[in-house]
């Protein structure tokens, strides 16, 4: 968690600097790297853009975050994708989606193809909360439902569609009253400001599916604590008591830290890892500031069939004649 918020700065240094065009911050999200704890090699995920500290805990490091931040030749998409979407294929992390819940529909798919495997693995899809709105995220839970599918529909609930407020607009929280089951599947509520609380809920959750292999939504309540990326200014509707309220109540790496330090946690020790946590991203922004830009490639990686490669050679004779 303390590593990601490191990326974060770091990152949106290089941006004010024009050495990056675009910026997304996980600032108030890293609660979800709780959820790291209780996966398996064997699961799945299809992550949100602001899940850094998951990702981390998953596996990738802070040279993965800076090269997709450059999309340099050593970005996991080598330029092809946008900046903070990543992948990584050998820690069964699926590309991320740049279309808002499509990443939704994709997860289903996974969570069909491994569903009677041994192992009980799981597809995590997380999701922001103004993209439950989306037509492909509730077309995926209606099928993940109606094939009992094993995968957690993580809604990362920052109370923010961009500029607009999300409260009261959504299935889970309605205009009246709060939804706590949908399409017959029970709501899950975890306190994403509470990473030990939320290390707690998840532990129950991941066990029950995969003893019963269904399909849970599960609402983890956090707070945005960065304007929506570089490209947006949240004092523009945001006032300035609502910002400073979440960066006083929401903070889960400001928690996490007072925790340490209440339960005997030697002030030295963490001081420490945070020199450290420094040195290691400084040291993969400068190796990721040499890399060169990713090179074009006009052919594909594996030639094509020869039956495929003869029908196109038979249309280009059609179009020459025509």
């Known amino acids: 968690m303390a590593t990601a918020r490191r990326i974060d700065q770091v990152e949106q240094q290089m941006t004010s600097r024009g050495e990056a065009p675009f910026h997304v911050s996980g600032g108030g999200h890293e609660g979800t790297a709780a959820l790291a704890l209780h996966l398996t090699p064997d699961d799945w995920l299809h992550c949100h853009y602001r899940d850094k500290a998951l990702l981390l805990a998953r596996g990738m490091t802070a040279g993965d975050f800076i090269n997709g931040l450059l999309c340099n030749s050593r970005s996991s998409s080598q330029g092809r994708q946008m900046c903070s979407h990543l992948s990584a294929p050998h820690l069964n992390i699926i590309s991320m989606a740049v279309p808002v819940g499509n990443n939704a529909l994709q997860s289903v798919g996974v969570a069909e193809a491994i569903q009677h495997r041994s192992g009980s693995p799981l597809v995590l899809c997380a999701v922001g909360d103004d993209a439950t709105q989306e037509g492909e995220f509730l077309e995926a ?182």
């Open 141 to 322: 839970v209606s099928e993940a439902v109606r094939r009992r599918l094993p995968i957690i529909f993580l809604i990362e609930d920052n109370q923010w569609a961009i500029s607009t407020r999300t409260t009261g607009q959504t299935f889970y929280s309605l205009p009246r009253d709060r939804g706590d089951q949908f399409m017959g599947t029970d709501v899950h509520r975890l306190d994403g400001r509470d990473p030990i609380a939320a290390y707690e809920g998840f532990g129950e959750i991941v066990q029950r599916l995969r003893q019963y292999r269904e399909p849970v939504l599960v609402v983890l309540e956090v707070e945005r604590l960065t304007s929506h990326t570089n490209a947006d200014d949240q004092r523009l509707y945001r006032d300035e008591k609502d910002i400073r309220r979440a960066a006083d109540c929401g903070d889960p790496v400001v928690y996490m830290k007072s925790y340490f330090l209440e339960n005997g946690c030697d002030a030295r020790v963490l001081a420490s890892l945070e020199e450290e946590i420094q040195a290691e991203v400084a040291s993969a922004e400068i190796e990721s500031l040499q890399d060169g830009d990713p090179q074009p490639e006009f052919s594909a990686k594996i030639p094509l069939p020869i039956e495929l490669t003869h029908l196109q050679n038979e249309r280009r004779g059609l179009d020459g004649d025509s």
